[in-house]
């Protein structure tokens, strides 16, 4: 449940990467324009993905509520959560690189800068 919470909890927030997008690139029009597509696209696929996350810790209070043990149901909803959860981290870099491919090279490299600080900021 923990870490359940966690990683719905950190989905919630603006992200360091969504800020320098929208405050910091100096995107062109067209930029804008790619760039706002790309978001519909991922947000729509982030929020069923986050949808199956919340069914399967649902599925996984049931589970756990029917006979507070480790069975084969508890199990098999934590995959269920798993599942859900590496398909959205996979979404998530389909949809780094699809922003990325948008920019300059000189704004790329600031945006790699911050992917990287992102994803390496909790492992220090």
């Not at 950190?10 to 997008?21: K, S």
């Not at 930029?31 to 519909?40: D, I, T, V, W």
């Not at 982030?46 to 069975?71: D, G, I, K, S, V």
């Not at 998530?92 to 390496?120: C, E, G, I, N, Y």
């Amino acid at each position: 449940w923990g870490g359940a919470h966690y990683v719905m909890h950190r989905m919630e927030r603006p992200t360091p990467l969504h800020d320098l997008i929208h405050e910091k690139l100096n995107l062109t029009a067209d930029q804008k324009g790619r760039m706002a597509g790309l978001e519909r696209d991922h947000a729509a696929k982030r929020q069923a993905l986050e949808a199956e996350m919340r069914a399967a810790n649902a599925e996984l209070a049931r589970a756990f509520q029917q006979q507070h043990a480790y069975t084969p149901e508890v199990q098999a909803a934590i995959d269920r959560f798993h599942h859900a959860m590496g398909e959205l981290q996979k979404e998530t870099m389909v949809h780094t690189l699809a922003m990325r491919s948008v920019l300059t090279p000189d704004q790329a490299t600031k945006f790699d800068d911050t992917v990287v600080q992102s994803l390496t900021q909790d492992a220090r």
